[in-house]
């Protein structure tokens, strides 16, 4: 079988601050093929942006740094990289998409001329060519090429962030990271912004990485999901795996709190008790036992490994322990 594009292997990043260690993400494990979509699905706070962040080699120094793990991007380690080798590679073999297009683009330039900066500076055109690719690229995500001389202040939220993924594919990236990039906007401009991640996807043959506490989201774009919380990936399965037949209490406890159109009238809502744990307080076994309504002796004592309770799915819950799957 040939070889994950991203493998990340026990992953730890921490926040030192002078209140404490902050653990932000706490040995996490994931891989993407290539072509394949992974849904990254969880609270705020879950640690799923800190992930992104390490993955590019952006997690603020100090007060984060990544304390463990690997990162391992077609075969090679991106931790053991000089930050000159990140810059070559970020934009060009990886490129993300945060979720606030606002901030993401500079408001004194025009936005072709900032999707020809990537082009100019990681493939060498010359100006005048970069700039007829960007007018190209714009024109990909629906927006009319002879708007490339526009300024950000001149494009409304949704078309912000076309630009944004414009430039993040301008140079056929092998692997993109699309942070909650709908979260700003209403509801028909995000099934416009899916409709094009999917179809870019497809046309440039890339791997995607969606970040996204919007289970809708994920179930519309993904292959895999993984679900994290705390700072811990929690479980992992194909969506049709994940949203047909839940593991994971947390899962369960998710999907369980959305609105369902064919419950009867008047039917309340059943929201996960509690609240997230502080990353400075971590409970001492598994994360969720605080909130857990299965909660067992052993998850406040030891925190659980993954279990494989059916062929492709991971569950980081010792529901699952010599159980054949059945908890």
Same mark, same amino acid.
């Given at each position: 079988m040939e070889r994950p594009l991203l493998e990340v292997q026990d992953l730890h990043v921490h926040y030192k601050t002078d209140d404490g260690t902050a653990r932000a993400v706490n040995g996490i494990d994931f891989s993407i093929h290539r072509g394949e979509t992974l849904g990254l699905v969880g609270e705020t706070g879950a640690g799923k942006t800190t992930t992104a962040l390490a993955l590019l080699g952006l997690v603020p120094h100090p007060p984060g740094k990544i304390t463990g793990g690997r990162i391992l991007f077609q075969g090679e380690n991106l931790?053991?990289?000089?930050?000159?080798?990140?810059?070559?590679?970020r934009g060009n073999r990886i490129s993300i998409i945060f979720q606030d297009p606002m901030t993401s683009l500079n408001p004194l330039f025009p936005a072709g001329k900032q999707i020809a900066?990537?082009?100019? =500076?990681?493939?060498?055109? /010359? /100006?005048?060519?970069?700039?007829k690719k960007a007018g190209e690229l714009l024109a990909r995500v629906g927006i009319p090429a002879s708007r490339s001389g526009n300024y950000p202040h001149e494009f409304s939220g949704g078309m912000k962030q076309r630009v944004v993924i414009a430039m993040a594919l301008a140079c056929n990236p092998a692997l993109l990271i699309a942070d909650e990039p709908t979260t700003a906007l209403d509801v028909t401009i995000q099934a416009q912004i899916l409709e094009i991640l999917r179809d870019l996807k497809? +046309?440039?043959? =890339?791997?995607?990485?969606?970040?996204?506490? +919007?289970?809708? #989201? #994920?179930?519309? #774009? &993904? +292959?895999? #999901? &993984?679900?994290?919380?705390?700072? +811990?990936?929690v479980e992992t399965g194909s969506v049709e795996q994940v949203f047909e037949e839940p593991r994971h209490p947390y899962t369960i406890g998710?999907?369980?709190?959305? /609105?369902?159109?064919? &419950?009867p009238r008047g039917e309340s809502l059943q929201p996960i008790t509690g609240l997230m744990p502080d990353p400075m307080e971590l409970p001492r076994g598994c994360s969720f036992a605080p909130r857990c309504p299965r909660v067992m002796p052993v998850c406040e004592e030891q925190k659980p490994p993954v279990f494989s309770p059916d062929q492709g799915r991971g569950v980081r819950c010792f529901l699952y322990h010599q159980t054949g799957g059945q908890p």
């Open positions: 931790l053991e990289k000089s930050g000159k080798e990140l810059r070559r590679l900066e990537n082009l100019t =500076l990681h493939q060498n055109l /010359p /100006p005048r060519e970069a700039l497809e +046309d440039f043959g =890339l791997s995607l990485l969606m970040i996204s506490h +919007d289970l809708g #989201v #994920v179930a519309e #774009v &993904a +292959d895999r #999901v &993984a679900v994290m919380y705390a700072g +811990d990936i998710l999907l369980n709190s959305l /609105p369902d159109i064919d &419950a």
